[in-house]
């Protein structure tokens, strides 16, 4: 048992060698301002290794910068028919589509939002991770009010808090699933709920700004903060670096 | 110390809730009914399986022109209806000579009831004075063939499309007149909303558009050039679309501008286009336009342009464009007002402005409505009040079904009784004057919440003050009266062509006054579903003195004339001012 777990791992590890050349030369690439010849490699490092969080934030980031959003759905389409239990693809699957929502109308921001969510929903099938959990949880209190998404965003939302309360060492960035789900119980008119959520993720996460922010208002203020940080116009931070860089 | 300001503060209350309220700068009085102008319209009832989504495609048809159509001096109202044999309305103004404002139906005498055919839909009007005769003669726009009546001036008018050569059919929804080539005729710019498909008998159940956000399968537009013969009492147009450069846009077109944007005495283009892609085209002199819609606004939008107003706002001698769109709860587009910077370009400042948000906008028209030198906004909106359900949530499930085809009639979910970005109030800015606008309908009692559509400014009593037309889809029209106390000072002229067309559409009027300076320019037609005065109105404020007024004719002349503030003045080109 222990020989085959060992010969798994070098097959596992002979792969890498290739695929992380593939991300190094697309990373030399983009420090030397050409994203267009980033993308293939980042696609070609992605193709052998689906699963990488770091190798899809980065595609991603050139994909924003060459605004190439059509390319990377495309891609993460065939990724995704390719390796279908491939959790983390989904969920960068669903990010591209919200890259793509301050560039496009208003109409077509909904189409794109609602894709965004059926990956993210097939990446949670796969794998209830935490980011997978916030992220659409957080997705879904984009949703204008009248069409009664909130309440799935404050189920994923509490999923993902929850989570992160028995995580044993608090990322900073875990944060965001306390800041989004009181903005979930203000969105589904439930106002102390959301600020003993935002009370406690200030308890956990000292001096954090967006918590003391949103604890600092109150009423119309408070509402006008909550839907200017909801605007669908303005682009959502889907920087995944924060997961790895503490 | 704490006590003595409790008690003065209870000494106080009373005092200040006795205090009248200051009368705010703004006021109007509604008084269609009294007037009679309360006219009800009606939108086009379909038949058949997609009688529901086409009706609501087709609900924009509630329109108004002011011409003076019996040269009395006052304007007079065309108001349109929409459904199988509905009469449109023509309204005398008995202003002049009675003194009242008042309005008597003269439809039937004139001979310009009809349009609403079985297999035509009327959605706007126009007054234009095609011939140069001095009697502005009616272009009635059609979700099919446009119609245009000569004015006999007599009281009567006669179709006379055929021979004028408007036999096109187009699904037509805007209209305006404008001598683009400055020939010294009015020609005619039409904007169509679908593609050329007769919507009453479809041939295909895909005509509507191809994409929600940029649209590319619309009507576009097509140009007419006047080519009547001077003298001849026969109004000929030709189709020029091509030639001139316009061919090109298929957007699905719901209103039309036109300006001197780059202030070089030839009148440029604003098209507003639902589903996005508006464009703007710059007159090139040759009879031709370039589209500048890259250089000047950075590119297509994807908004639902709705209305195509173009002033000078901010007295800085450049016109400028105000654009409505669509911003409710499930779509936050915001309007669009573009500022022109003088270089060719644009900035939007709507939000900057306070004039960023008028829901589901149509209609909205800039006048002094307080006579303090500068315009103010009015804007209508709404588009189906029915009952408390709510349409939104049908729609978006079509919307997010994978791999549907917008283009067919079929897919789109019924409307029923439902309403629709319905029960919207008004909304009016003044302005400040410092690049800033204050919302304030309600107290100038102007925040209906009809589904408006139309508006058209005049000043039908001529006491300086701009009154407003208001029309509405499948409700009555509204006819508010200016009844500010703001005491301005006020001059208005009326324009007459001789070598530039008799209407002086394009002519440009600036004003210099209190240290300050306006431009106004005659338009034949700019803003959705209304025509206002082709009278020019200027507010002066506490100003009693003109320091100068020049008028440049669209054939370039330029002529220095003196006025009297507080009067209507008539000023015909090359003779100055006329009795």
């Known amino acids: 048992m222990k020989r085959l777990r060992t010969l798994l791992l070098l097959a596992v590890c002979a792969a890498p060698a290739l695929h992380a050349a593939a991300f190094d030369d697309a990373m030399k690439a983009v420090s030397a301002h050409n994203d267009a010849a980033a993308l293939p490699l980042f696609e070609s490092a992605l193709t052998a290794d689906p699963d990488n969080l770091q190798y899809s934030n980065e595609y991603r980031k050139a994909v924003i910068r060459t605004k190439e959003y059509d390319r990377a759905i495309d891609f ?28 496009a109308g208003s109409i077509t921001q909904v189409i794109l939002a609602n894709n965004a969510l059926t990956n993210f929903t097939k990446s949670i099938d796969l794998k209830k991770s935490w980011i997978a959990l916030y992220t659409r949880g957080n997705s879904y209190l984009y949703w204008p009010k009248i069409f009664g998404r909130a309440p799935l965003g404050v189920a994923d939302l509490e999923a993902a808090v929850a989570m992160a309360r028995a995580e044993a060492k608090k990322k900073k960035v875990y944060v965001r699933s306390w800041i989004a789900l009181g903005d979930g119980y203000w969105k589904t008119e439930q106002p102390e709920k959301a600020k003993a959520t935002w009370r406690e993720g200030l308890q956990l996460f000292p001096g954090d700004p967006q918590l003391q922010a949103r604890l600092a208002r109150d009423g119309e203020e408070l509402e006008k903060y909550i839907y200017d940080q909801l605007d669908p116009n303005k682009r959502v931070d889907t920087n995944l670096a924060p997961l790895w860089e503490e | 110390m704490r006590r003595l300001w409790l008690v003065l503060l209870l000494a106080a209350a009373p005092l200040a809730a006795q205090q009248p309220k200051p009368a705010p700068p703004i ?6 009914e009294k007037a009679g102008a309360r006219l009800l319209h009606h939108t086009r009832t379909f038949h058949g399986k997609s009688a529901d989504v086409l009706g609501m495609f087709t609900s924009g048809g509630a329109s108004v022109a002011v011409g003076d159509f019996d040269g009395d001096g006052d304007d007079d109202l065309f108001v349109t209806d929409s459904d199988a044999g509905k009469p449109c309305h023509l309204l005398r103004n008995e202003f002049r000579p009675t003194g009242k404002l008042a309005f008597t139906e003269v439809t039937k005498e004139a001979g310009v009831e009809g349009g609403n055919d079985p297999k035509s839909i009327v959605a706007d009007a126009l007054w234009l004075d095609a011939d140069n005769d001095g009697r502005p003669d009616l272009l009635v726009a059609r979700f099919g063939t446009p119609i245009l009546y000569h004015n006999l001036g007599n009281g009567k008018f006669k179709d006379v499309s055929k021979e004028a050569g408007l036999t096109k059919f187009g699904n037509t929804i805007a209209a305006i007149a404008f001598d683009y080539d400055n020939d010294g005729r009015v020609d005619l710019l039409l904007g169509n909303y679908f593609p050329p498909v007769n919507l009453i008998d479809l041939p295909t159940p895909h005509v509507l558009p191809n994409n929600l956000d940029q649209a590319t399968n619309g009507g576009g537009v097509t140009l007419w050039r006047n080519v009547t013969e001077p003298g001849s009492g026969k109004i000929r147009f030709v189709e020029v679309t091509e030639k001139a450069g316009l061919a090109r846009h298929t957007g699905w077109t719901l209103d039309l501008g036109h300006g001197d944007l780059n202030n070089d005495g030839w009148q440029d283009l604003y098209i507003a286009d639902d589903y996005g892609t508006d464009r703007l085209f710059l007159n090139n002199g040759d009879g031709t336009f370039r589209d500048a819609t890259q250089s000047s606004l950075g590119g297509l939008d994807t908004k639902k342009g709705m209305n195509a107003e173009i002033v000078d706002y901010d007295n800085d001698g450049w016109l400028d464009v105000y654009v409505t769109n669509i911003t409710d709860e499930y779509m936050k587009e915001c309007n669009m007002l573009w500022h022109n910077n003088g270089d060719g370009t644009f900035t939007d400042l709507s939000k900057e402005t306070g004039t960023c948000n008028t829901l589901w906008g149509w209609a909205a028209k800039f006048g002094d409505f307080d006579d303090d030198g500068w315009q103010d906004l009015f804007a209508v909106d709404g588009l189906r009040s029915a009952s408390k359900e709510n349409y939104i949530p049908v729609l978006l499930e079509m919307i997010i079904t994978p791999n549907i085809d917008f283009t067919d009639v079929n897919n789109w979910p019924a409307i029923g009784k439902m309403s629709w970005s319905g029960y919207q109030r008004k909304k009016l800015f003044r302005n400040l004057g410092t690049q800033a606008f204050k919302e304030m309908a309600a107290e100038a009692g102007v925040d209906n919440d009809l589904d408006g559509r139309g508006i058209a400014l005049a000043d039908f009593d001529d006491d300086g003050r701009l009154d407003i037309y208001q029309t509405n889809a499948n409700q009555n029209s509204l006819l508010y009266h200016n009844v500010s106390a703001s005491g301005g000072h006020w001059i208005e002229l009326k324009l007459i062509g001789t070598k530039s067309n008799r209407d002086a559409i394009g002519a440009r009027a600036t004003l210099k ?33 003109v320091d100068s007024l020049e008028i440049r004719w669209p054939g370039g002349k330029i002529e220095k004339v003196t006025v009297p503030i507080d009067k209507v003045t008539t000023i015909k080109e090359g003779a100055g001012v006329v009795p």
């Open chain 2, 513 to 545: 006054a209190g240290g300050g300076q306006m431009i106004r320019e005659v338009n034949g037609g700019n803003g959705y579903a209304g025509q206002s005065t082709t009278r020019l109105h200027f507010g002066l404020g506490k100003t009693t003195a």
């Open chain 1, 76 to 103: 993460y389409g065939k990724l995704t028919a390719a390796h279908p239990q491939a959790a983390f693809a989904w969920l960068n699957y669903g990010y591209t589509y919200v890259d793509k929502i301050p560039d």
């Open chain 2, 27 to 32: 006021r109007f009085e509604e008084i269609s």
